[in-house]
């Protein structure tokens, strides 16, 4: 067997013995979307009761929809950071993640730099080439029901020095799960301009945080999209 055979062999041995998260949000009608943001639709065309020989249906969405990565593209308008999500190196969004708990982070609130290095001190230090996760519990408000929506109303988020905390350590991604990295209300966008513009990805309407340990495997790939400004997402944690 040579080399590469025999790393490939215990690669898949070990992913056998670790745990499979699943972050991502399904994708159905009447899921949350930003005011701004195109809405997801699900129409059916071809249907075995119809008498078709199959059964597909089309997707029409925005490329935020639920569980998504924002692109440099996004926020920035020129300069080097200025590229779409085809463009982005897809081993940047694979790697070691470490998942900060804010839960204590009230509605419309932000994270601080202080509160990361509180959380660094007592858990694991964010090393550079991380990605770093922040669960606010947000997802709990996720719903399909057009009628009974809290997930888009006075969202937490990540205050300006805490993104330049990050980006200053070198991480290459943040997600969270809540709308948007930037808390609701936000005009100026702070950290959506600071982590993609220096090509730090952002990865948002994530679930499930709460059941990853400070420390996980991440993979989080996009769609490959000419002129993409982001992409919806499979992202999935490996945990021990």
């Given amino acids: 067997m040579s080399d590469s055979e025999s790393t490939v062999s215990e690669a898949v041995q070990l992913f056998a013995q670790l745990e499979w998260v699943d972050l991502t949000h399904s994708l159905e009608e009447g899921i949350p979307s930003v005011p701004s943001h195109a809405r997801y639709g699900h129409t059916l065309y071809q249907s075995y009761d119809r008498g078709d020989p199959a059964c597909h249906y089309r997707i029409s969405m925005g490329e935020h929809t639920g569980t998504h990565v924002d692109a440099p593209l996004h926020f920035i308008s020129d300069g080097a950071a200025h590229y779409d999500?085809?463009?982005?190196?897809?081993?940047?969004?694979?790697?070691?993640?470490?998942?900060?708990?804010?839960?204590?982070?009230?509605?419309?609130?932000?994270?601080?730099?202080?509160h990361i290095e509180e959380w660094e001190a007592e858990h694991v230090p964010i090393e550079p080439g991380d990605r770093v996760l922040f669960q606010f519990g947000w997802d709990r408000y996720w719903s399909a029901d057009d009628d009974a929506n809290e997930f888009l109303s006075d969202w937490p988020g990540l205050a300006a020095d805490a993104a330049a905390y990050l980006t200053?350590?070198?991480?290459?991604?943040?997600?969270?799960?809540?709308?948007?990295?930037?808390?609701?209300?936000?005009?100026?966008?702070?950290?959506?301009?600071?982590?993609?513009?220096?090509?730090?990805?952002?990865?948002?309407?994530?679930?499930?945080l709460e059941k990853l340990p400070p420390e996980s495997l991440l993979f989080t790939f996009p769609l490959k999209i000419e002129e993409g400004s982001g992409s919806p997402i499979r992202a999935v944690a490996l945990v021990d």
Avoid: K, Q
């Fill in 85 to 114: 999500i085809a463009s982005v190196p897809i081993h940047r969004l694979v790697g070691r993640a470490v998942t900060i708990d804010v839960t204590d982070v009230g509605p419309g609130e932000t994270v601080s730099r202080e």
């Fill in 168 to 208: 200053e350590s070198d991480v290459r991604l943040v997600g969270c799960d809540t709308a948007a990295i930037d808390a609701a209300g936000a005009e100026e966008f702070p950290a959506h301009y600071e982590l993609l513009g220096n090509e730090t990805y952002i990865i948002e309407n994530l679930t499930n």
